[in-house]
């Protein structure tokens, strides 16, 4: 199975900040990832899908870059409601594998 | 409006057996594939299995490739996973998920349900 190496696994912010958030296939996938976020308690919520196409409704701080192994997830200007944990998903084969989480909190 | 609700989850003894339901609304079920997926306390995300939109494809997670076995019934709009030999790691908030690609397994989840809880525990 793919293995997905998400860094960092927490990071503290603040209000306004760039925030990016990195992960890293075993193998080559192409552009077949998708970001998710999760809030406390919540189902999570697709962001970000084929690596860079933002899902309809997610807003336009979100952004995704990356092909092959090395991919990133950028929120240019954090805003409180994003505090909460993030994972990347491979879609390139199957068994489908997520990234360990990246907790994103308050500085 | 789109819902998915999971029920099925309860506590259960290493080796014992569940069926996990997942019923759907909103949407055509028979034209997506499911997905399930799974989150032990405190941990991350685990996919588990997918079934396409006729119930002709299956795929599984390593870890439970052999125990378990996903389903649907499209005249009911629902899903469901049969779970055999629980072990006390196969603990954890059992998720349905959405395909977003009509006819097709992008791998991608747009809506989700609010999850049942398995424990297994002797």
């Known amino acids: 199975a793919i293995q997905m190496t998400q860094s960092p696994s927490s990071l503290s912010a603040s209000v306004g900040d760039r925030v990016t958030i990195t992960c890293r296939a075993s193998?080559?996938?192409?552009?077949?990832l998708g970001w998710y976020q999760q809030k406390p308690g919540k189902a999570p919520k697709l962001l970000i899908y084929a690596a860079s196409n933002l899902q309809s409704g997610v807003p336009s701080r979100f952004s995704g870059s990356g092909s092959g192994t090395d991919f990133t997830l950028t929120i240019s200007s954090l805003q409180p409601e994003d505090f909460a944990t993030y994972y990347c998903?491979?879609?390139?084969?199957?068994?489908?594998?997520f990234g360990g989480g990246t907790k994103v909190e308050i500085k | 409006e789109v819902q998915l609700v999971e029920s099925g989850g309860v506590v259960v003894q290493p080796g014992g057996s569940l069926r996990l339901s997942c019923a759907v609304s909103g949407f055509t079920f028979d034209d997506y594939a499911m997905h399930w997926v799974r989150q032990a306390p405190g941990k991350g995300l685990e996919w588990v299995s997918l079934?396409?939109?006729?119930?002709?494809?299956?795929y599984y997670a390593d870890s439970v490739k052999g125990r378990f076995t996903i389903s649907r019934d499209n005249t009911k709009n629902s899903l469901y996973l049969q779970m055999n030999s629980l072990r006390a790691e196969d603990t954890a908030l059992y998720y349905c998920?959405?395909?977003?690609?009509?006819?097709?397994?992008?791998?991608?989840?747009?809506?989700w349900g609010q999850g049942t809880l398995v424990t297994v525990s002797s």
């Open positions: 998920a959405k395909e977003t690609t009509r006819f097709g397994e992008s791998g991608y989840f747009d809506y």
């Open positions: 193998q080559g996938i192409r552009n077949d």
């Open positions: 998903l491979q879609d390139y084969n199957y068994p489908l594998t």
């Open positions: 079934i396409s939109w006729d119930g002709n494809g299956t």
